[in-house]
Nanobody
Framework: QVQLVESGGGLVQTGGSLRLSCAAS????????MGWFRQAPGKVREFVTA????????SYADSVKGRFTISRDNAKNTVNLQMNNLKPEDTAVYYC?????????????????WGQGTQVTVSS
């Protein structure tokens, strides 16, 4: 099983940037894909982005394409989410996820391990 710890959330103004990090432990990091989901109050948890074990394949939700960038460092067992040009609708708790079942990254139920979440608030 994989243990995940997120960091880097906070309060930022519209148009600002934040960088989230997720540290993984418990299994060989390069054995599995990593992803980020988010959940706003009263809404379901939604896919944001994911990256393959090698880092060569990524996927993004349409709402964040061109603004968010996922990356991973297999030597440091970390995955990062660089968020630029933030909007109020990006406000949510952001969760790091690891080790999905199968090849579909978009469904939260397919991911085996989750972090505790970090709050991102974008003020208008």
């Amino acid at each position: 099983q994989v243990q995940l710890v997120e960091s880097g959330g906070g309060l930022v103004q519209t148009g600002g940037s934040l960088r989230l990090s997720c540290a993984a432990s418990g299994r060989t990091f390069k054995d599995y894909a990593m992803g980020w989901f988010r959940q706003a109050p009263g809404k379901v948890r939604e896919f944001v982005t994911a990256i393959s074990w090698s880092g060569t394949s990524t996927s993004y939700a349409d709402s964040v394409k061109g603004r968010f960038t996922i990356s991973r460092d297999n030597a440091k067992n970390t995955v990062n989410l660089q968020m630029n040009n933030l909007k109020p609708e990006d406000t949510a708790v952001y969760y790091c996820a690891a080790d999905p079942f199968g090849s579909s990254w978009f469904e939260s139920l397919r991911w085996r391990s989750w972090g505790q979440g970090t709050q991102v608030t974008v003020s208008s």
